[in-house]
């Protein structure tokens, strides 16, 4: 497989599934169905896809919120499949932090303290967390907000205190569900261009769950979720309101392929597909059809012999066998 990215891998993931037990009487609900995903240092890689398409059970996966019904996930290399929940925890508060679309902070903790909060559950001491938090508020341009509660802020502001609360513990991978869902274009255009200066400043990679064409088009490529399965790739050119435009079909490390529905009824829907090329980089399929392979004049000759006492029909017209009475097939 050809590596566009050289840069380190931060996050991967291999063959995730995830099912919801449920007790609904048509049963389960599977979020996730063979997830496979590579994220390099540096990296901005979006999820886009409809509204119940897993996008948010993914990023919970593989966040470390919430455990994967199989398959594995792998930060920086490292399995953390087999980890008791402490060591987990560890590798989680030092690799991966979340936006999400809400912002998620305590509304009764001051902006400064919401900020500090992830390094006082490391043991880092309130003095030098709060410090940190400053320095954070002040280059995201909030710094004016800090004595503020959440609620007396604006929704941009919010984000920026939620994006410097994601990198006071200095993560490797910002993990960010629909992060400028509840902010105006404005806004999320003046965040994305701070988000691409701190990348370059701090190695960060994020992976964005979004609808928002902005955000889209500011990352390196996008991922298209369907049904909980990576079906396609887009490039920075994605048309958010035509995927198919912009589409590149996955195929997986394990030979899987979805075909997107416009795709399947335009091919004509399901069915039997013969690969007639098949050469490097390189796949042709065309339908099968069975009928074709045997001629209609073949199909509708009558057997000259009785199938079954091997008898010869008397004449083209006889319709059972003289000698048995079975009834004349047609070969
Ligand atoms: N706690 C849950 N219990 C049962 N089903 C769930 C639960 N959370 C999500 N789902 C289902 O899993 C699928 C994926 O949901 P989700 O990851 O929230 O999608 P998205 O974020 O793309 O809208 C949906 O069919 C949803 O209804
Ligand atoms: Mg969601």
Same mark, same amino acid.
């Given at each position: 497989?050809?590596?566009?990215?050289?840069?380190?891998?931060?996050?991967?993931?291999?063959?995730?599934?995830?099912?919801?037990?449920?007790?609904?009487?048509?049963?389960?609900?599977?979020?996730?169905?063979?997830?496979?995903?590579?994220?390099?240092?540096?990296?901005?890689?979006?999820?886009?896809?409809?509204?119940?398409?897993?996008?948010?059970?993914?990023?919970?996966?593989?966040?470390?919120?919430?455990?994967?019904?199989?398959?594995?996930?792998?930060?920086?290399?490292?399995?953390?499949?087999?980890?008791?929940?402490?060591?987990?925890?560890?590798?989680?508060?030092? @690799?991966?932090?979340?936006?999400?679309?809400?912002?998620?902070?305590?509304?009764?903790?001051?902006?400064?303290?919401?900020?500090?909060?992830?390094?006082?559950?490391?043991?880092?001491?309130?003095?030098?967390?709060?410090?940190?938090?400053?320095?954070?508020?002040?280059?995201?341009?909030?710094?004016?907000?800090?004595?503020?509660?959440?609620?007396?802020?604006?929704?941009?502001?919010?984000?920026?205190?939620?994006?410097?609360?994601?990198?006071?513990?200095?993560?490797?991978?910002?993990?960010?569900?629909?992060?400028?869902?509840?902010?105006?274009?404005?806004?999320?255009?003046?965040?994305?261009?701070?988000?691409?200066?701190?990348?370059?400043?701090?190695?960060?990679?994020?992976?964005?769950?979004?609808?928002?064409?902005?955000?889209?088009?500011?990352?390196?490529?996008?991922?298209?979720?369907?049904?909980?399965?990576?079906?396609?790739?887009?490039?920075?050119?994605?048309?958010?309101?035509?995927?198919?435009? @912009?589409?590149?079909?996955?195929?997986?490390?394990?030979?899987?392929?979805?075909?997107?529905?416009?795709?399947?009824?335009?091919?004509?829907?399901?069915?039997?597909?013969?690969?007639?090329?098949?050469?490097?980089?390189?796949?042709?399929?065309?339908?099968?059809?069975?009928?074709?392979?045997?001629?209609?004049?073949?199909?509708?000759?009558?057997?000259?012999?009785?199938?079954?006492?091997?008898?010869?029909?008397?004449?083209?017209?006889?319709?059972?066998?003289?000698?048995?009475?079975?009834?004349?097939?047609?070969?």
């Amino acid at each position: 497989m050809v590596e566009l990215n050289n840069g380190k891998e931060i996050l991967r993931a291999d063959d995730l599934y995830h099912v919801y037990e449920t007790e609904a009487v048509d049963g389960n609900v599977v979020g996730l169905r063979g997830i496979y995903i590579k994220v390099h240092q540096k990296e901005v890689v979006s999820v886009v896809g409809p509204s119940g398409s897993g996008k948010s059970t993914l990023m919970k996966c593989l966040g470390g919120l919430m455990t994967p019904t199989a398959g594995d996930i792998f930060y920086e290399g490292n399995s953390i499949a087999r980890l008791n929940a402490q060591e987990l925890l560890h590798l989680r508060q030092r @690799t991966v932090s979340f936006v999400f679309q809400d912002s998620n902070l305590l509304p009764y903790m001051n902006v400064v303290n919401n900020v500090a909060l992830p390094l006082k559950y490391l043991k880092v001491s309130p003095g030098k967390a709060r410090r940190k938090a400053m320095e954070l508020l002040e280059r995201l341009g909030v710094k004016d907000q800090a004595k503020m509660l959440p609620p007396q802020v604006s929704g941009g502001e919010k984000q920026r205190i939620a994006i410097a609360r994601a990198l006071i513990t200095k993560p490797k991978i910002i993990l960010a569900d629909e992060p400028t869902g509840s902010v105006d274009l404005v806004t999320s255009r003046d965040i994305l261009k701070l988000f691409r200066e701190i990348i370059e400043e701090v190695n960060v990679s994020f992976l964005v769950v979004t609808h928002s064409r902005e955000v889209t088009e500011f990352s390196d490529r996008s991922l298209e979720l369907i049904d909980g399965r990576f079906v396609a790739e887009h490039g920075s050119n994605i048309n958010v309101s035509n995927l198919s435009d @912009t589409r590149k079909i996955i195929i997986d490390k394990t030979g899987n392929m979805t075909i997107p529905s416009e795709i399947l009824s335009t091919i004509g829907g399901p069915g039997i597909f013969e690969p007639t090329k098949v050469e490097l980089d390189e796949i042709n399929l065309v339908r099968f059809n069975e009928e074709d392979t045997v001629p209609d004049t073949v199909a509708e000759k009558p057997a000259k012999f009785c199938l079954a006492c091997g008898t010869e029909y008397e004449s083209s017209q006889s319709d059972s066998c003289s000698k048995c009475g079975a009834i004349r097939t047609k070969l």
